[in-house]
Nanobody, 113 residues
């Protein structure tokens, strides 16, 4: 079984930056797709970015501002978020696909002046 633990959320002003981290505990292979999703109040959970061997994908709303990366030696995936806007406010969840979805507990990101 795999457990995901996120960290790095918080309060930031518009235009600021945050970096989220997600550590995976258990058996993880480089080919397992890992990613970040987010859920704002009253909205459905949506894809932010994913990463697998040699490939990344991004939601249109974060392209050019967010960067996903992965350290396979540490079983950790990161999300560097720049130029944050109030509409980025949400709970951010880490995900890994191992034939089924495994989710972290979520970390709150609030963008506000």
């Amino acid at each position: 079984q795999v457990q995901l633990v996120e960290s790095g959320g918080g309060l930031v002003q518009p235009g600021g930056s945050l970096r989220l981290s997600c550590a995976a505990y258990g058996t993880v292979f480089a080919y397992n797709v890992m990613g970040w999703y987010r859920q704002a109040p009253g909205k459905e959970r949506e894809l932010v970015a994913t990463i697998s061997t040699g490939r990344t994908t991004y939601a249109d709303s974060v392209k050019g501002r967010f960067t996903i990366s992965r350290d396979n030696a540490k079983n950790t995936v990161y999300l560097q978020m720049n130029s944050l806007q109030p509409e980025d406010t949400a709970v951010y969840f880490c995900n890994i696909k191992k034939g089924f979805d495994v989710w972290g507990q979520g970390t709150q990101v609030t963008v506000s002046s």
